[in-house]
């Protein structure tokens, strides 16, 4: 059963009907938004998903599990994405986290779209159950999904279609879970809820 769960400043899209299920293999990636405005809230932004790789482990015991990690920025950025491919190494994985930096970024959209295609394309997703954590304070490009000044209002021309990607997320059966810093995100996930919605849809 595909559902729409909120849970204070958490938000998630769960594709399986019991996503806690512990299963042999799991792999979880964290998405997160490295960009200057999330300077003051990076640290906690580190503490969150090391929080979050330390309760799945507890929550999964018996799992064989895998962490990676895409940091994205804006399209104009020198470092537009930054890369933790899926390891078993929990230090590993913590290290990169320490040498994350808040940085670059324009206007106040930046690059979601590119962090999706980073996290479904480039990374290799073969476990049973599959986590996708998105830390961010600010939306993607595109006005449909907020009502800031936006470089690129109709989306930047790297961008792949809204469908494809939360098809593709429905389609591998990865559960998106959304933690939200500031109000700003809300339309654009209230979108993504929509779309998820109408691919269903389609699907039934």
């Known amino acids: 059963m595909d559902s729409v769960k909120s849970d204070g400043n958490f938000a ?8 806690n299920e512990e299963k042999d293999t799991l792999d979880m990636c964290f998405m997160i938004d490295c960009t200057g405005s999330m300077q003051p809230y990076i640290n906690m932004a ?22 990676a990690i895409v940091a994205y920025r804006d399209v104009k950025d020198k470092k537009r994405f930054e890369i933790f491919p899926f390891s078993h190494s929990v230090d590993e994985a913590r290290n990169f986290l320490d040498n994350l930096r808040a940085e670059g970024g324009n206007d106040v959209p930046e690059d979601v779209n590119g962090g999706f295609q980073k996290a479904l394309y480039s990374l290799q997703w073969t476990a049973d159950s599959k986590l996708l954590y ?7 490009h595109g006005r449909q999904f907020h009502n800031e000044a936006d470089d690129f209002p109709k989306g930047h021309k790297d961008d792949m279609p809204w469908t494809k990607l939360i098809g593709e997320i429905r389609k591998r059966e990865i559960n998106y879970i959304f933690f939200k810093i500031l109000s700003g995100t809300d339309k654009m996930f209230s979108e993504f809820v929509k779309i998820f919605n109408r691919s269903e849809e389609r699907r039934v």
């Open 46 to 67: 580190r503490d969150k998903i090391k929080e979050g790789i330390e309760k799945v482990k507890s929550q999964y015991p018996n799992s064989e599990i895998k962490t």
């Open 12 to 19: 998630k899209l769960a594709n399986t009907e019991n996503p």
């Open 134 to 140: 998105h830390i961010a304070d600010a939306p993607c």
